[in-house]
């Protein structure tokens, strides 16, 4: 049995629209081969169309992350998957700064080496992210942002914890949080941080 010319097209389109391709164009055609090898034994038996996309698009991001993981591309780390050449902020946490306010891990994670230049931007960086919740904290004292972000990110509370330590609602923790996050991010594209 041969897979039709437009399920071929079908799985050509999904592995192209999948977001992990982007970058990462010059392994297409072990995306492809990754997915046809992998649905091949059930697509014949899908009659739905709405089905087979569905079960095709899981297929390909399964496939896209098998491969880039086989090329090393990238790696698992606490659960999640992270580019090769990135560390976690969980890694990022081993290294001792001296001083150092407390990591935010709602930004990009950041890629540490162990030497000193690297370690002074670092530390740059979150001190830069430690004001700017700082100076909206300040700037809204009745929002207890210095606190969410204590909580959140030093502590590592639950936003369900965190709501009843602070006597509002989880949604009310949640957009207070998206708020701050929003604030720093502005922050950090207003002034330019150096790159790591």
């Not at 297929?59 to 976690?88: C, D, F, H, W």
């Not at 989880?170 to 922050?187: D, I, Y």
Request: hydrophobic content about 35%.
């Amino acid at each position: 049995m041969e897979l039709t010319q437009n399920k071929l097209d079908l799985i050509e389109r999904l592995v192209k629209t999948n977001r992990k391709y982007a970058g990462n164009e010059d392994l297409y055609e072990d995306f492809f081969n990754e997915t046809c090898r992998r649905s091949f034994a059930i697509i014949s038996s899908l009659d739905s169309e709405a089905a087979l996309e569905t079960y095709l698009r899981k297929i390909v991001t399964t496939s896209i992350i098998t491969v880039l993981r086989n090329s090393g591309r990238i790696r698992r780390s606490k659960g999640k998957y992270i580019a090769s050449g990135e560390t976690s902020i969980e890694e990022i946490k081993a290294v001792k700064t001296p001083a150092a306010p407390p990591p935010a891990t709602f930004y990009k994670d950041i890629e540490v080496k162990n030497i000193p230049e690297d370690l002074v931007v670092r530390k740059e960086i979150l001190d830069k992210i430690y004001s700017t919740v700082q100076e909206i904290a300040a700037q809204s004292p009745d929002k207890q942002y210095l606190e969410l972000f204590d909580m959140r990110y030093t502590r590592h509370m639950g936003q369900k914890s965190m709501a009843g330590a602070l006597g509002i609602s989880q949604l009310e923790v949640s957009k207070r949080l998206m708020k701050l996050m929003e604030g720093v991010k502005l922050a950090f594209n207003r002034n330019e941080m150096p790159e790591v």
